[in-house]
């Protein structure tokens, strides 16, 4: 079963580096999807990176070291609680995107975005698959948390 959610990983960073691949290809040009949904790319300097250079002399070190550590605990997670499906499809999502981010962080010191949803001239920041994919992680990790709660005052 550790397999299957390391699949789930795997795919979020293929996925997110893909994309990141063909937006790069088509930097400069905006696709509109729909009147609040643009797919433009752009870089960005990573906020790890931005935080790592500022105590560490050496980041790219750190961030490698980090992320070993990040990987090795949430594969020991995965492992772990193999039978609580919701909280590893959380865990694979979460890790797949640092993952990801950091991979592009090691290569090129910054992380490309390319999804911009827009209103009426205000922009949200944009983001990437990696990021959705944290941030969905995040919210199911949420809802696991209270459902446990909840069952066990039950």
């Known amino acids: 079963m550790l397999l299957y959610w390391l699949n789930i990983t795997l795919f979020v960073i293929l996925l997110d580096q893909l ?3 063909v937006m790069a290809r088509n930097a400069g ?3 509109s999807i729909t009147p609040f949904l643009n797919l433009t790319w752009t870089m960005s300097p990573s906020a790890v990176a931005d935080f790592l250079f500022s105590v560490s ?5 750190a961030l490698t070291r980090l992320s070993i550590a990040v ?3 949430a594969t020991y997670l995965l492992a772990r609680y193999r039978s609580q499906k919701l ?3 959380a865990l694979s999502l979460i890790l797949g995107g ?3 981010n950091a991979i592009e962080c090691r290569l090129y010191i910054q992380v490309s975005h390319f999804i911009d949803f827009h209103l009426q001239g205000w922009h949200f920041p944009p983001f990437n698959i990696a990021d959705t994919a944290i941030t969905c992680g995040a919210f199911l990790l949420i809802f696991y948390g209270l459902q446990r709660v909840r069952a066990a005052r039950s």
Do not use: D, H, Q
Request: hydrophobic content about 50%.
């Open 19 to 21: 994309t990141k691949f």
């Open 71 to 73: 990987a090795l605990f």
């Open 29 to 31: 040009v905006t696709y």
């Open 98 to 100: 640092v993952l990801s």
């Open 57 to 61: 002399n050496s980041p790219f070190r």
């Open 87 to 89: 909280f590893c499809v």
